[in-house]
């Protein structure tokens, strides 16, 4: 195959090479296991710089997705719950899933209820950034839950949110108003436009 590629056809291996060396390029072996074997004539090193590239834009574009772990417990606390569940919103929202463990400790364990309410208050509190990827259930004394981010609440929760910023923006510039006690400039005095007649002409 030529380098604009067009097929050149059977070529002896001497005379490909001449064409090659021809037009300053390399004899490349794209498929050998064909009968008879098939190349290209191109610039080799600038096919190796381009796969190169592509294979780098490649590895760019992939996402890596890490698994965050988060702990809560059944009796947590207001503020330490509002602490985590900020950081598990913050991990979907850099595109990564959380497993959310919820622990028991001793006599808690028989009343998984408990675990749940907290696990259900973790769903409704990330629901603008993630869903729930697999659903509570017991593994031990852990209850566990595993979120996921959710593109497309995302996308709508900053789409209300940049519609609640536009509505609070003030519409006008303020215009300004006299007070009502300012004075006024007095009225130009009026002219006297009467005059005398003329004299008569003797």
Do not use: W
């Amino acid at each position: 195959m030529g380098h604009d590629g067009q097929q050149i056809g059977i070529k002896p291996l001497p005379e490909a090479l001449a064409i090659a060396r021809e037009l300053d390029l390399d004899l490349v072996e794209v498929a050998a296991q064909a009968s008879p074997p098939v190349c290209r004539i191109m610039d080799f090193g600038k096919f190796k710089y381009e796969a190169a590239q592509k294979a780098k834009e490649s590895r760019r574009k992939t996402t890596n997705v890490v698994i965050k772990e988060m702990k809560y417990r059944p009796k947590i606390g207001g503020g330490d719950f509002d602490t985590k569940t900020r950081k598990v919103e913050q991990f979907l929202a850099d595109g990564h899933k959380v497993k959310v463990t919820l622990t028991f400790r001793g006599r808690e364990v028989y009343h998984p209820e408990l675990g749940k309410k907290i696990l259900d208050q973790v769903e409704e509190a990330v629901k603008d950034v993630g869903r729930v990827e697999i659903f509570p259930r017991i593994d031990g004394r852990n209850m566990t839950m595993v979120l996921t981010p959710d593109k497309r609440a995302q996308a709508a929760a900053q789409k209300a949110a940049a519609a609640a910023a536009a509505d609070s923006a003030p519409a006008d510039e303020p215009t300004y108003e006299a007070p009502a006690n300012a004075a006024t400039p007095d009225p130009a005095p009026e002219s006297d436009t009467t005059s005398e007649p003329d004299a008569a002409e003797a």
